[in-house]
């Protein structure tokens, strides 16, 4: 069964910390997406990778920056973690265009 | 840019049929998605449509595809507890590679 896989599920973490969030792949795609959820907003894209050690900005990069150095491998990292960033974050991949996304279990952030 | 909108919630009896609604700006989009999300779990792809179909039906979901009025809708029949969820449409505008668009998500509500 094909996989995205969360690191953490929960994790607390304070204000002014540095955040890893990572996300593993096992279905060699070649696309990856970071997105936070929040309610009444719906997803909203941070950042995306379509090859190993490329990345693009999303619709709210702002605070976050993201690392790939394995196919397999996307990494989500806040800088300085502030309260505006407590949020739902899912890690998703996908094959190609008009292939669907395959979605992770999601990693819920508080920042205190 | 591309918007996706929907209604926030929807309540309907079990046994009834749902019908989830969606609208979308960008009238070059390719495919058009639907995703579930169950609580604290990530979004799972139920169904997608190609843009040259009008409907398309899978067990009990059936996609309906309005190009003209960018509209598309998904129904559930005879909706039981286990529907209970978020549903997000989502859609692929030309250009955009494998980049989505997602709605707000619409929470259905199963009453006994």
């Known amino acids: 069964d094909v996989k995205v896989t969360q690191s953490s599920r929960y994790l607390v973490k304070r204000t002014g910390e540095k955040v890893f969030l990572e996300c593993v792949q096992d279905m060699d795609h070649e696309n990856m997406f970071w997105y936070r959820q929040d309610p009444g907003l719906g997803l909203r894209l941070i950042y995306f990778s379509y090859d190993v050690k490329m990345k693009e900005k999303g619709d709210i990069p702002e605070g976050y920056s993201v690392s790939r150095e394995k196919k397999e491998r996307f990494s989500l990292i806040l800088e300085s973690a502030s309260t505006n960033q407590t949020s739902m974050y899912l890690c998703?991949?996908?094959?190609?265009?008009?292939?669907?996304?395959?979605f992770g279990s999601g990693t819920r952030l508080t920042v205190v | 840019g591309e918007d996706v909108e929907q209604s926030l919630f929807l309540s309907v009896r079990e046994g009834d049929s749902s019908v989830i609604n969606c609208t979308y700006t960008?009238?070059?989009?390719?495919?058009l998605y639907w995703y579930k999300q169950e609580p604290g779990a990530g979004l799972q792809l139920l169904t997608y449509i190609f843009s040259n179909m009008d409907m398309k039906q899978d067990q009990r979901l059936t996609v309906l595809l309005n190009k003209k009025d960018k509209h598309l809708s998904l129904r559930i029949a005879d909706t039981q507890t286990g529907d209970s969820a978020i549903y997000f449409c989502?859609?692929?505008?030309?250009?955009?590679?494998?980049?989505?668009?997602f709605g707000t998500g619409t929470r259905l509500q199963v009453t006994l």
């Open positions: 989502a859609d692929r505008p030309t250009g955009t590679a494998s980049k989505l668009t």
């Open positions: 998703a991949s996908s094959l190609s265009a008009g292939h669907g996304y395959t």
């Open positions: 960008d009238s070059s989009s390719t495919y």
